[in-house]
């Protein structure tokens, strides 16, 4: 199923548990703005590419957008509107001021060199200046971007307007305005939810077990965190191959393999698997292992209708965006295996973006703990509110989290004037 068609199911399945607006469903079901252009750049050999981007603003009814610029050589537009779209869900099922946006260009940055990576990032802020803003629009990292690219953003978005306003992109390097905490905000928000939730879902292990897919800042991060809570992380994958060992993987040691060698299996020297009892698969093989806890931490479509019949997982958490399709939500519905969307488990990351903005709007400087603190208590609730919104609702968590969030939009929406305001010739 296409993305964009995505929305139409997420939103349906939601309308049967919340009373919206129609102003609302029709507001919600078309993206307010969308961008796509041409960023030319001088490589370093002297030749101009030029290199195609995007920016959606989806809907702002609730704030400014907000949302993360992906750089990957397949983005297109129907994936940036799609990532916007749940962006403006993840903010509004987490209660936060902002709507939802996202950018991205189509490349792939490990094939450009550092000074033709900058040129891109400065190019891309020319080009959408117009369209982003501290109380505009905010972009943050996503996929192949880092607080190193949204340093050069900000510094660029300073040159063009001729002030220093840290506000316009946050997931900034510590020394230009970014916050404490933002680097392993998304996993350490996913650890809240996953340790909040885990018991309510029905696994009492001691120590439950868990893959996860896709090593990269979210999937490392949180793989480390489960490790170090008494969690028994078997298996990681990233796009080469997985590695796993029933006993419980070391993860710090496949993280140092990672950063060292660039690949999970590298951890391993040959003679090692024996001794550690463990097993090098192909990437795909992870989804179909027995675990309390599969994690997609990788990109969108990890499970669908080909192979959602292999999971034998009894959770996933959707780390992720989009990992799962609505038909393989449909399947492990059957299956009985609870998902937690990412609209709600990988909502960390934007709860500490909000956390940056506004110590940039107001001069404050939080330290880690407070981040941390406000973090925790923000996953926490919103984990426990969403769970029991299901359970009375008898629905999915994923349909409870949207209708929470289509709720809080609605009522934004109403408020500007709806059909209820003006309606009906009265
Ligand atoms: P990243 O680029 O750092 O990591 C992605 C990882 O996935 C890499 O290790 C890559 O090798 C691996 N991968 C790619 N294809 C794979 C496959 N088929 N099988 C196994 N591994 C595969 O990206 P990230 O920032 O960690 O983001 C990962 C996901 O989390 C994305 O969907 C992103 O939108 C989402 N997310 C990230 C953040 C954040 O703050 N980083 C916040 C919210 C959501």
Redesign the pocket.
Known sequence: MPLLDDIRTRVEAALEHVDISPDTLELLLHPKAVHTVSIPVRMDDGSLRTFEGHRVLWNDSRGPGKG?I?YHPDVTIDEVKA?AFWMTCKCAALDLPFGGAKGGVAVDPKKLSKLELQRLSRGYVDAVADLIGPDVDVPA????TNPMIMGWMMDQYRTITRRIQPGVVTGKPLSMGGSQGRST??ADGAFHVIDTLIGKLGVDAEAPTVAV???????AQIATLLHEAGYRVVAV????S?VHAEDGLDVPAVRRAKEGNGSVESVYSEGDLERCGADVLD??E?IALDVDILIP????N?ITADNADDVRARTVFE?????VTPEADEILARKDVAVVP?ILT?AG??TVSWFEWVQNRSGLVWSAEEVADKLRGRMVDAAEVIHARASSAGSALRVAAYAHALERIGEAIDAQGSVSTFGAGE
Do not use: C, I, K, W
Not at 237 to 240: E, G, M, N, V
Not at 297 to 300: F, N, V, W
Not at 319 to 323: E, K, S
């Open positions: 993360g992906r990532l990292p996503d996929v192949y905000a998304t897919q896709g090593f990269g800042n979210a999937g994958s990233d796009s080469r997985a990437p795909d992870l931490s990788a990109l969108e990890a780390v992720a965006n989009g990992p990412d990988n990351g934007v």
